[in-house]
């Protein structure tokens, strides 16, 4: 294996990357851009080139690959960077037949397009495996070439629809409704990310229309279940409304969450709800309330995850925001512990909490007092732990990119990019559109090639919702 000097490495990627976004540009397909990433630099593998077109790390491919075996019910085998690095590298390094069907899922080619035809036997090295493979929809203007995008989208109205059928053999509530309910709002706490936040708005508003005359047959249990119910739906319209960019609907959407949370007893509901208003009251720069918030929402969170959650989702960075280190710290030894005592540790979810959540609010608290370096790793961590192009990558992603604006501007700055590249406008939540406009504040000025792009890229983005009220489209 031809040995080559970090610095020539740096470069290459560079050149790489800058060839990606020309042929961007240019609407070129990926093995287009594959051909013309290796007719420049001859000495990149087609296996790296593959990679260096998509734009992803190799932590981005070993990630995706994990994926794919969690999502086929599989536990993920111990692939490594270094494993990859060697197969890109060293002529003499293969994968073995199951990695090799892993990597041409993953970017959607052949074994042959990707230099692994000796590596598996026919019929793979004849056909695109495509099961199972990621949507790469943000990859120029539409999906690549040949591909068929899977997607959840229509699943939506579908669910809506089996809920309404079920009311109208239920007019007056019952059990079974209740239990449907309760399925709708766990779908869309589950498939949050997926879908953008509009489509998903609507989508929840209309299902908690349909369950809203049903909330007024007294104390039996069918209806307190469904008042829980319009609760959690209510929650969700908050957080949606916050990532359109709605504060003042968002609160009112959560207050109504928190106000059926109390009447049903639900003291989750009660604390996330709260602990959604403390993350609106800092976004908007009322630190004071915000901290007051979050103290209401752990004086009702239950011991355990949600407390965990309340502390460094809330208290945590409201804390920070005041530059209160000693109590921010207090915050998180306490988040911590009661993240210790909760066997499961972590709930998937939008209402959830998970280890990645929490090293991006330890990411942002650490910024926010000055600590970059401390920032920096807790940002790395969260993103290495998301699959690439969701809304916590992204976050995770720009935080890491504020770290490095003073010292690493061009690396910053092409962070961001590659979010520009890998999310379509119409998925861009406000909470990163706002990141992206912070960090291109903070880049030092605009002489640097890739600071310039991304400010052009910026001025260029459509904003979510226009002057007419209508949200980008799907």
Excluded at 104 to 114: M, N, S
Excluded at 314 to 343: F, I, K, N, W, Y
Excluded at 442 to 450: F, G, M, N
Aim: hydrophobic residues 40%; negative net charge.
């Amino acid at each position: 294996m031809a040995t080559v000097t970090r610095s020539r490495r740096a470069a290459i990627q560079r050149e790489a990357a800058q060839i990606r976004m020309r042929c961007q540009r240019r609407q070129h397909t990926l093995e287009q851009t594959v051909t013309a990433i290796r007719t420049v630099l001859p000495e990149v593998s087609a296996l790296e080139a593959w990679r260096f077109a998509l734009g992803w790390s190799r932590a981005d491919t070993v990630a995706q690959i994990a994926g794919l075996y969690l999502a086929d019910g599989l536990l993920p085998p111990g692939l490594s960077e270094s494993m990859l690095c060697r197969w890109e590298h060293d002529p003499d390094e293969w994968p073995g037949p199951e990695y090799t069907v892993m990597l041409c899922r993953i970017y959607a080619a052949r074994p042959e397009q990707l230099g692994l035809h000796r590596a598996v036997e026919p019929p793979w090295g004849y056909r695109t495996i495509r099961y199972g493979q990621p949507e790469h929809a943000a990859y120029g203007p539409g999906p690549r070439e040949g591909m068929q995008p899977m997607t959840t989208a229509a699943g939506l109205p579908a669910v809506r629809e089996s809920l309404h059928l079920a009311l109208l053999a239920h007019p007056d509530g019952s059990p079974l409704a209740a239990e449907m309910a309760e399925a709708a709002v766990e779908h869309y706490a589950l498939n949050y990310s997926k879908h953008p936040p509009q489509v998903l708005f609507n989508e929840v508003r209309d299902v908690r229309h349909l369950l809203t005359p049903l909330t007024t047959g007294g104390s039996s249990e069918p209806a307190t279940e469904l008042q829980r119910q319009v609760g959690w739906l209510s929650a969700l319209l908050g957080n949606l409304a916050f990532h359109l960019d709605d504060t003042s609907g968002a609160r009112t959407h959560l207050a109504a969450a928190a106000a059926y949370g109390e009447r049903v007893g639900d003291q989750r509901l009660v604390a996330w709800a709260w602990g959604a208003q403390s993350m609106i009251a800092r976004t908007i720069g009322r630190h004071e309330a915000a901290v007051e918030h979050a103290e209401r929402g752990i004086a009702a969170a239950p011991a355990g995850l949600v407390r965990a959650q309340l502390h460094a989702w809330a208290l945590l960075p409201a804390l920070a925001r005041q530059g209160r280190g000693d109590e921010a710290d207090q915050a998180l030894t306490v988040a911590l512990s009661e993240l210790e005592s909760d066997r499961e540790g972590s709930t998937p979810g939008r209402f959830g909490f998970d280890e990645p959540e929490l090293a991006l609010h330890q990411a942002e608290a650490h910024l926010a007092l000055g600590r970059t370096e401390q920032a920096r790793t807790r940002a790395q961590a969260s993103a290495d732990a998301c699959p690439a192009g969701t809304p916590g990558w992204a976050a995770a992603t720009l935080v890491l990119a504020q770290t490095e604006a003073t010292t690493r501007p061009d690396d910053a700055a092409q962070r961001a990019i590659d979010i520009l590249e890998r999310i379509p406008p119409q998925r861009l939540r406000s909470t990163t559109r706002a990141r992206l406009t912070h960090l291109d504040q903070l880049l030092p000025d605009q002489t640097i090639h890739s600071a310039a792009d991304l400010n052009e890229r910026l001025r260029a983005l459509p904003a979510a919702i226009d002057a007419h009220g209508q949200a980008l489209s799907n």
